[in-house]
T-cell receptor
Framework: DVKVTQSSRYLVKRTGEKVFLECVQD?????MFWYRQDPGLGLRLIYF???????EKGDIPEGYSVSREKKERFSLILESASTNQTSMYLC????????????????FGAGSRLTVL | AQSVSQHNHHVILSEAASLELGCNYS??????LFWYVQYPGQHLQLLLK??????LVKGIKGFEAEFIKSKFSFNLRKPSVQWSDTAEYFC????????????FGGGTRVLVKP
């Protein structure tokens, strides 16, 4: 069964701490994404990556950075966590458009719920 | 910029009732359209998608959606819901020219009473 695995389901951090959220997929997907999910706002794209070492900003990249050193792993970094970054973070992956109709269809992880105090 | 609007934040209905969830999008070009569902305690998963062709698409668990281009809408329907359809439903769109930027609506929480 295909999987996107997020390393932490629940995290509690203090304001100003550096936070790493890790995501690994085992489907050999080219594209990987980080979203945050907030009630009433749906999912908002933070960053995505379409290849190793490549990244592009999504709609709300401020306060976040990402790293993709290997194809299967995509990390989200909060350099200095703030209370307004308390949220559910979802990682997803998909095939590239070149590889056919599976592109655009996202496979999601279980999510990482981050609370910043 | 593209955007997606879901009209209902919360819907409560009884088993066997019909369900229709509204979704309107704003985008200037050709689009791909999706409905995703998140059951309690589970991952978000694809319910159905529209890329091209027949504007009436069928998905899993008896759901269907109709793309009406003139209305920029992609409403989700199910004729008779079950308690197990209790979930949060998200409409999403991306432009064919920007396939990696999938924009989601705010979601609709559906509660089906047994």
């Amino acid at each position: 069964d295909v999987k996107v695995t997020q390393s932490s389901r629940y995290l509690v951090k203090r304001t100003g701490e550096k936070v790493f959220l890790e995501c690994v997929q085992d489907m050999d997907h080219e594209n990987m994404f980080w979203y945050r999910q907030d009630p009433g706002l749906g999912l908002r794209l933070i960053y995505f990556s379409y290849d190793v070492k490549m990244k592009e900003k999504g709609d709300i990249p401020e306060g976040y950075s990402v790293s993709r050193e290997k194809k299967e792993r995509f990390s989200l970094i909060l350099e200095s966590a703030s209370t307004n970054q308390t949220s559910m973070y979802l990682c997803a992956s998909s095939l590239s458009g070149i590889r056919g109709s599976g592109a655009n269809v996202l496979t999601f992880g279980a999510g990482s719920r981050l609370t910043v105090l | 910029a593209q955007s997606v609007s879901q009209h209902n934040h919360h819907v409560i209905l009884s088993e066997a009732a019909s369900l229709e969830l509204g979704c309107n999008y704003s985008y200037g070009g050709t689009v791909n359209l999706f409905w995703y569902v998140q059951y309690p305690g589970q991952h978000l998963q694809l319910l159905l998608k529209y890329f091209s062709g027949d504007p009436l698409v069928k998905g899993i668990k008896g759901f269907e959606a109709e793309f009406i281009k003139s209305k920029f809408s992609f409403n989700l329907r199910k004729p008779s819901v079950q308690w197990s359809d209790t979930a949060e439903y998200f409409c999403a769109v991306n432009g064919k020219a920007a396939v990696n930027k999938l924009t989601f609506g705010g979601g609709t929480r559906v509660l089906v009473k047994p």
